[in-house]
């Protein structure tokens, strides 16, 4: 079998604003040795794959693994370190471990259940919700007896939060005034926000907290290309002292050394064999197709949690 390896790479450093594809390039290079570590370095991400060769004591080849630090090469040469093995006979497919049982998964647990310890007979909204963390976060939710109210960019996406079980969704992209159509869904307030975007529905979401509310603030998507002529400025920030608000930003990889993390594998895979959890992944194909794959995030137009198939990780070794 002849082998070919390609790399995605940045042309600049830092884009400025938001990135386009012209900040990328795809380009061939020559599969790594062990003395090939200090080459020009690609981007990096979460991923799956599977060990070719060792000389660690803790992998052998054929070993599925994971990490936060996998090149977006076809091959690369990585230390132990980062990797972690995932096993090969739990019932569960290895692209699920980059959802359902995956880093977006445990970003929603941290937040709703350890961070806002979320309690039956309350209400959260959730944005993003038919992503790959807000997904989680509506299932999540009921399973603990909470009113969830959904917001999703389009009318498949808020058929398929309703589909979760949600109680109430909207597509903000249509639905007129943000501050209206929460008031309407929540008119005693929401106990809980649960922000994967920022901007304005973080704003509107300040305006509509019950007292000793509590927000996780685990991604502000709209925000993140925003310059200062087109940041979002917040209004409603005194509502976290007249109604006081507890604001839970985070970082997840802060927590997968710690019990929790144990905890959310534990609940969530029981879950997710018993058919009580279901998880969207939205797969493309091909690492060329990895940059429109990324920008494609910052417009929503993902469905679920986006991955990219570099190939089969049954493909003969």
């Known amino acids: 079998m002849t082998l070919s390896n390609n790399s995605v790479k940045l042309v ?3 884009p ?5 594809l012209d900040d990328f390039r795809v380009e061939p290079v020559d599969i790594p040795s062990d003395n090939s570590l200090e080459s020009n370095q690609p981007l990096e991400g979460r ?3 599977i060990v070719m060769a060792s000389t660690s004591p803790k992998f052998s080849k054929g070993d599925m693994v994971t990490s936060a630090a996998f090149k977006w090469e076809n091959y690369f040469v990585s230390s132990d370190g980062p990797l972690t093995k995932i096993p090969t006979d739990s019932g569960i497919l290895p692209a699920n471990y980059l959802g359902v049982l995956g880093m977006p998964s445990f970003t929603a647990y941290v937040g709703l259940v350890h961070l806002c310890k979320a309690k ?6 959730v944005s993003a919700a ?6 989680m976060v509506v299932q999540l939710a009921k399973a603990r007896g909470l009113r969830v109210i959904g917001a999703a960019g389009s009318d498949e996406k808020v058929n398929f939060v309703k589909s979760l079980g949600a109680d109430v969704v909207f597509n903000y ?6 501050q ?3 008031k309407k869904a929540a008119p005693q307030g929401i106990d809980i926000y649960f922000d994967n975007v920022g901007g304005e529905i973080l704003d509107v979401a300040l305006r509509s907290m019950r007292f000793f509310g509590r927000i996780a603030a685990c991604g502000m998507i709209s925000q993140y290309n925003a310059t200062p002529e087109t940041a979002y400025h917040i209004k409603n920030l005194g509502n976290v002292v007249t109604k006081k608000v507890t604001i839970y ?3 997840v990889s802060d927590y997968f050394a710690k019990p929790v993390y144990k905890e959310f594998i534990e609940e969530v895979a029981d879950r997710f064999k018993h058919g009580d959890i279901q998880y969207k992944l939205d797969e493309v194909s091909g690492l060329e197709n990895a940059p429109q794959a990324l920008l494609d995030l910052f417009d929503g137009k993902n469905f679920g949690k986006r991955v990219v198939k570099v190939s089969d990780l049954r493909d003969p070794l």
């Open 12 to 14: 600049c450093t830092i």
């Open 16 to 20: 400025s604003g938001t990135p386009t």
């Open 47 to 49: 991923g799956i794959g």
């Open 120 to 125: 039956a007979g309350e209400t959260i909204l």
């Open 130 to 135: 038919s992503g790959a963390v807000g997904q």
């Open 173 to 178: 992209k249509t639905c007129g005034s943000l």
């Open 180 to 182: 209206e159509t929460v």
């Open 249 to 251: 930003g985070y970082i």
